[in-house]
């Protein structure tokens, strides 16, 4: 089996950065994938790490410690329109076609 | 552009009743995948189709069938409706190659009474 934790809910000022953070264990871990979900609306795909490091794009960063089986996902600039749930996924290596996502993470971006 | 089609975008059924819920895709992907989605809870998939002609179990498959009709659609069909079957359902299609992540449909809020 695998299991994925989230902060349940993280509030940040507009124009600050802010951290989202992703710990899995799974056996057989691939990859991890981060998600965006605006209230009422479908995800929409952010980025994918399968190697350790920071992959950046644009605002967004996504960083991935194989290691320490952890991953964060990284905002800078927030912008009111950030305000959104986040879910990170991992894919595993006996199934490439399957992600299993944790429960999210839901960001408040305040004025 | 439409990318993933899915109908209806909402539903109330009585329990017991039965329905199918429709996926399409225009990007040309191999996989398929059906998700629910319920409140406070990240996305738990139920079945997949890997390729046209295959499909699989995922974590919550109990209740559920579903159809790889061709590449495009992939449908799925709630047999006798019950009240925990209440949800949000999206579809999702995705080209492994490379990836670059599932597209998913803007989903289906269903209501089972």
């Known amino acids: 089996g695998q299991s994925l934790e989230q902060p349940s809910e993280v509030t940040a000022v507009e124009g600050a950065i802010v951290q989202i953070n992703c710990t899995y264990q799974?056996?057989?871990?691939?990859?991890l994938s981060w998600y965006q979900q605006h209230d009422g609306g479908a995800p929409t795909f952010l980025s994918y790490?399968?190697?350790?490091g920071l992959e950046e794009t644009g605002r967004f960063s996504s960083f991935l410690s194989r290691s320490d089986s952890y991953g964060y996902l990284l905002l800078q600039e927030l912008q009111m329109k950030d305000s959104a749930s986040y879910f990170c996924?991992?894919?595993?290596?006996?199934?490439?076609?399957?992600?299993?996502f944790g429960s999210g993470t839901k960001l408040n971006v305040k004025p | 552009n439409a990318g993933v089609t899915q109908t209806p975008k909402f539903q109330v059924l009585k329990t017991g009743q039965s329905m199918t819920l429709q996926c399409a895709q225009d990007?040309?992907?191999?996989?398929m995948y059906w998700y629910r989605q319920d409140p406070g809870m990240g996305l738990r998939l139920i079945y997949y189709?890997?390729?046209?002609?295959?499909?699989d179990k995922g974590e919550v498959p109990n209740g559920y069938n579903v159809s790889r009709l061709n590449k495009r659609e992939f449908s799925l069909r709630l047999e006798s409706a019950a009240p925990s079957q209440t949800s949000v359902y999206f579809c999702?299609?995705?080209?492994?190659?490379?990836?670059?992540?599932?597209?998913f449909g803007s989903g289906t809020r269903l209501t089972v009474v």
């Open positions: 999702a299609s995705s080209e492994m190659k490379g990836y670059y992540g599932y597209t």
């Open positions: 799974t056996s057989g871990f691939y990859g």
């Open positions: 790490n399968a190697l350790d």
């Open positions: 996924a991992v894919r595993r290596i006996d199934n490439f076609n399957k992600f299993y």
């Open positions: 990007m040309n992907h191999n996989s």
């Open positions: 189709s890997a390729s046209e002609g295959t499909t």
